[in-house]
């Protein structure tokens, strides 16, 4: 008898930790649509190249541009406009990664907003970037915040460009806790 007892106690212990441990997991779906201002000319730009090939000397350009870094702080806005709210920055590194016939960048960004319902969280990006492409992904590794424990996608599309400047919209899709 005391032995059914005993079983049927761990059995519920079992039980109950299942139950908080799903509770614990229980994953939440967050939808975000932004667009980052990537100034690279002027007086202020917002990416600055700090590394490189000393030289640029061939006639192609993206041999030129291979091997490129750069350090940004891009606004986030919630229109196309530079003048309108911003969200958040963009901060990171990115370096161009392809010998290719195409500009394709590493990005390394992490995405830290400063207003709305996520003022003080951030998801991270690493990832693949083929500029010229109207549609990019992006995988989206972490975060934090409200956003810890993110995974999730940055589905990337050029707005507009001015010379070099562009302004790049963001549809991003998130799972986190
Ligand atoms: C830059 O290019 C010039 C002319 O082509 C060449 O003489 C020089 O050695 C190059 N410098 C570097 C660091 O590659
Ligand atoms: C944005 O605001 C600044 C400062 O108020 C102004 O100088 C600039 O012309 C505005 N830009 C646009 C595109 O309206
Ligand atoms: C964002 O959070 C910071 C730090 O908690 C706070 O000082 C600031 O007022 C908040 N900003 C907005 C727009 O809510
Ligand atoms: C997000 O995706 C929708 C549907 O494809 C598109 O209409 C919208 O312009 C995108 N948003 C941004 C900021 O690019």
């Given at each position: 008898?005391?032995?059914?007892?005993?079983?049927?106690f761990l059995i519920s212990l079992v039980?109950?930790?299942?139950i908080f441990t799903t509770q614990a997991l229980k994953s939440k779906l967050t939808h975000l649509e932004f667009y980052m201002h990537d100034i690279v000319g002027g007086p202020k730009p917002t990416a600055v190249r700090v590394a490189g090939r000393a030289n640029f000397t061939s006639p192609d350009p993206v041999a030129d541009?291979?091997?490129?870094?750069?350090v940004m702080d891009n606004p986030l806005t919630v229109t196309p406009h530079p003048n309108s709210t911003v969200l958040g920055r963009a901060q990171g590194i990115y370096a161009m990664s392809s010998q290719q016939n195409e500009f394709s960048l590493l990005m390394t960004l992490t995405y830290n907003f400063i207003t709305g319902p996520y003022n003080g969280s951030s998801f991270?990006?690493?990832?693949?970037?083929?500029?010229?492409?109207?549609?990019?992904?992006?995988?989206?590794?972490g975060g934090t915040g409200k956003f810890r424990l993110?995974?999730?996608?940055?589905?990337?599309?050029t707005f507009s460009t001015d010379q070099m400047d562009a302004v790049i919209g963001y549809n991003v899709t998130?799972?986190?806790?």
């Open positions: 008898m005391a032995l059914v007892t005993k079983f049927l039980i109950m930790n299942m541009m291979f091997g490129s870094v750069f991270s990006v690493l990832g693949r970037n083929p500029v010229m492409s109207e549609l990019r992904e992006m995988p989206v590794v993110a995974r999730g996608y940055c589905l990337a599309k998130l799972i986190h806790y």
